[in-house]
């Protein structure tokens, strides 16, 4: 109930592409979704993040959507980067509550 | 304005030992996250204080354990060092408001080697 599945576990986009990560959730509680990078040697860094009553927000090149009957949301990075190159976490979180359950990470690599 | 800050940067300890990492958040940030990260497992919840009292605990064994001060700044203490405490140990900080933008900040992490 309290998992979060994240997939891929490793990705490679050429550079300019589109980056995509999915993630799925069991617990209908959760009522925040955010997603992290992390470079190697620092602590992961918020992105971007999402409740559940709006079906998609956009900040910049990256992207949530959010699928609540199916239970999963997604982040999508346009016109990826070789600086975008990092592991990306998605997370849940319910009620107020200051404790996020992290998705398994994706390797992202963009390939100059 | 700062950011989170972590001490040490990186511990060896040996087994049976125990280790204290200090965490002090950003100015201003009443709440305190503690969360561990190693290949195998990822990232998993350790404790949460808010104001100097524990408001939520994860799945750890009693060995860990933590506080916060009156300034927020938080210390975590594992004894009794078994191998596969070996990990990252991060601190995150909020406000502490509850219904927002969370917006966890986290510190860059205490590289925990146990021999």
């Known amino acids: 109930q309290q998992q979060v599945k994240q997939s891929p576990q490793s990705l490679i986009v050429q550079k300019g592409g589109i980056s995509i990560i999915n993630c799925a959730y069991e617990n209908t509680a959760f009522d925040y979704f955010p997603w992290y990078q992390q470079f190697p040697g620092k602590g992961p860094a918020l992105l971007i993040a999402?409740?559940?009553?709006?079906s998609e927000k956009k900040e910049g090149r990256f992207t949530i959507s959010f699928n609540k009957s199916a239970k999963q949301f997604s982040l999508h990075i346009m016109d990826s980067q070789p600086g975008d190159s990092a592991t990306y976490f998605c997370?849940?979180?319910?009620?107020?509550?200051?404790?996020?359950?992290f998705g398994q990470g994706t390797r992202l690599t963009i390939n100059p | 304005k700062a950011g989170v800050t972590q001490t040490p940067r990186y511990l060896i300890k040996t087994r049976g030992q125990q280790v204290t990492l200090s965490c002090s958040p950003i100015s201003g940030h009443r709440s305190v996250s503690w969360y561990q990260q190693t290949p195998g497992q990822g990232l998993q919840f350790l404790f949460e204080?808010?104001?100097?009292?524990?408001?939520n605990k994860g799945n750890f064994p009693g060995r860990f354990s933590g506080r916060q001060f009156s300034n927020s700044r938080s210390e975590m203490n594992v004894s009794t060092l078994e191998l596969g405490d070996s990990a990252l140990y991060l601190c995150a900080s909020t406000t502490g408001m509850t219904g927002g933008n969370y917006g966890y900040t986290f510190g860059s992490g205490t590289r925990l080697t146990v021999v």
């Open positions: 204080y808010f104001s100097e009292t524990q408001r």
């Open positions: 999402i409740r559940p009553d709006v």
């Open positions: 997370a849940a979180s319910r009620g107020g509550a200051q404790k996020l359950v």
